[in-house]
């Protein structure tokens, strides 16, 4: 855990919060600053400031945590949301993933969605890349 990260100070009781699951690996609560009624944050207590920081065996809880808040808030529509880095609206360096009931058009999550255009021909090299590496 980071001393001066405000999740893990969360995570320690340092900071108050609305604790809604907390297991070996994993702490979820509400966010302060919702974008609609019931969303809420689950984290790894692993520490990272990127998805791609935290060891696979820390992330395995997270999806089944955040499908059980969203079960139980009642959410028919909702948004899962995990940023990595400033461009792509992270603003607190400890991975955390947002479970965001949308509840109709004006509450929830907004965004935009600038498809392209795909080249059969970029996209398969750019597969044949992704693949070599993984």
Known sequence: MAAACIFCK???????????FESEKVFAFLDINPLSYGHALVIPKYHGAKLHDIPDDQLTEILPVAKKIAQAIGAGDYNILQNNGRIAHQVVDHVHFHMIPKPNEQEGLGIKWPQQQGNQEKLKKLREEIMSKM
């Open 10 to 20: 969360i995570i320690k009781g340092e900071i108050p919060s609305m604790k809604l």
